[in-house]
């Protein structure tokens, strides 16, 4: 899901047979017979996949419908048992997690397969009311589903390159994507009606998404384009532009807006982050530079609890900064490269999920390491949590998206 990662860091994928292990309570498990390994096995599988090595597995849930890398997730904002999966296979799925989903589905956990792409599910996402998902494809399609039954909606036509991102409106059914063609699209999803198309980034529209209030919209370019910009929605006009010294001077990979501030911080391959005020009665300021990554930063994101914002990327470090002050709180040393970020909705923690398979918690007051969910047997693509902060979802090189249990969940949940 992340454009571009790949030529940044060294992958691993493995082809997995169709297994769904099913329990969040640990009291039994469902796989195929000859999916159980055998003793002393005669690869040493690292974290890059590549045989089948026992690994512990930490996980509440496994599905491996997926035949081939899962490269995006998503958790419904409104229903705490739905979630979604895309991936490199052309295809995604929504399932239910849970043993009551397990029980009231006869064991098939509600699972829709969505198909319709001819290239690989880059993005997924469930809208705000939690009763659709659209899905982007690196086809150029954005598709539209029921989340209930999987039955396709609309599809979205209109950008001439691979779809990198999608993102609904907070507040209603309006969808956005970003694409390699150096433009973005938004539509009425439901009816498919055409509402805009922004063009004026020199490069693939690497990230992008609205302002928490709907407002405006805002969105990074990568390639030569290094640019942030600030659109309004209903007329499609670019109401600001940020480039050039002091700004990014290396394509830009990954892009957050404060919740409630009007500040973004984005993240660029030279490892440079920066955080941008962006408010429409601003004057654009750009905060002294956030340095310490050695290299290409993957993500970044605000804090909701504390003035605290987190970068991490390729160098294989989580970097934890106070905004106000752009002073480094905390260094969060990973063995290998940090994929992507989550956020726990109710606490000051964020998850990291990593080139080795594993995802962290951290407690981003003191830097320190709460949890690990071990499982995966190859990188990390995608991180979602449940509305609550439960649980988590990840999806994997290894062909699998799996829920764990986070730190403060309960097996009852």
């Not at 994997?396 to 949940?413: C, E, M, Q, Y």
């Amino acid at each position: 899901q992340n454009p571009g990662m790949e030529d940044r860091m060294e992958e691993g994928s493995e082809q997995g047979d169709y297994r769904v292990v099913d329990d969040l309570t640990g009291e039994a498990h469902f796989e195929d017979e000859d999916s159980s390994s055998d003793e002393g096995g005669e690869e040493d599988a690292g974290p890059s996949g590549g045989g089948h090595a026992d690994v512990e597995d930490d996980s509440l849930h496994s599905f491996e419908g997926h035949q081939d890398s899962v490269l995006s997730v998503a958790w419904s904002p409104v229903h705490p048992d739905l979630v979604a999966s895309g991936g490199q296979d052309d295809k995604a799925f929504i399932w239910r997690v849970g043993q009551d989903a397990f029980e009231s589905t006869d064991g098939s956990l509600g699972t829709s397969i969505l198909e319709g792409h001819t290239d690989t599910v880059a993005c997924i996402a469930f809208n705000c009311q939690g009763t659709h998902v659209a899905t982007g494809g690196m086809d150029g399609l954005v598709k539209v589903w029921e989340a209930g039954s999987g039955r396709l909606v609309q599809t979205l036509e209109g950008p001439e390159g691979a779809i990198e991102w999608v993102r609904w409106h907070p507040k209603g059914n309006v969808l956005l994507a970003g694409s390699d063609d150096m433009t973005m699209w938004m539509w009425l999803a439901l009816t498919g009606a055409y509402m805009q198309m922004f063009a004026g980034h020199s490069g693939p529209v690497t990230d992008g998404r609205f302002s928490a209030d709907g407002k405006i919209i805002v969105s990074v370019g990568g390639d030569e384009d290094c640019s942030l910009r600030v659109w309004n929605p209903k007329t499609g006009e670019c109401i600001t532009t940020i480039a050039g010294f002091p700004f990014h001077e290396a394509p830009i990979t990954c892009l957050a807006l404060h919740h409630s501030l009007e500040m973004a911080i984005t993240g660029a391959e030279d490892g440079s982050v920066r955080i941008s005020s962006i408010g429409q009665s601003s004057q654009h300021r750009i905060l002294p530079q956030l340095t310490g990554h050695q290299e290409s930063v993957e993500a970044v994101g605000f804090c909701a609890h504390l003035p605290l914002a987190a970068s991490a990327g390729v160098d294989c470090c989580l970097r934890v900064w106070e905004y106000n002050t752009c002073v480094e709180r905390a260094t969060c040393v990973h063995p290998d490269v940090v994929t992507r970020m989550a956020w726990h909705p109710t606490m000051p923690m964020v998850i990291t999920g990593c080139a080795d398979g594993v995802a962290r918690c951290w407690d981003l007051r003191t830097g320190g390491l709460v949890q690990q969910y071990r499982g995966h047997t190859a990188v990390i693509q995608d991180l979602a949590l449940s509305p609550d902060g439960s649980m988590l979802l990840t999806g994997s090189d290894d062909n699998t998206a799996k829920v764990f249990l986070t730190a403060g969940g309960s097996a009852a949940n």
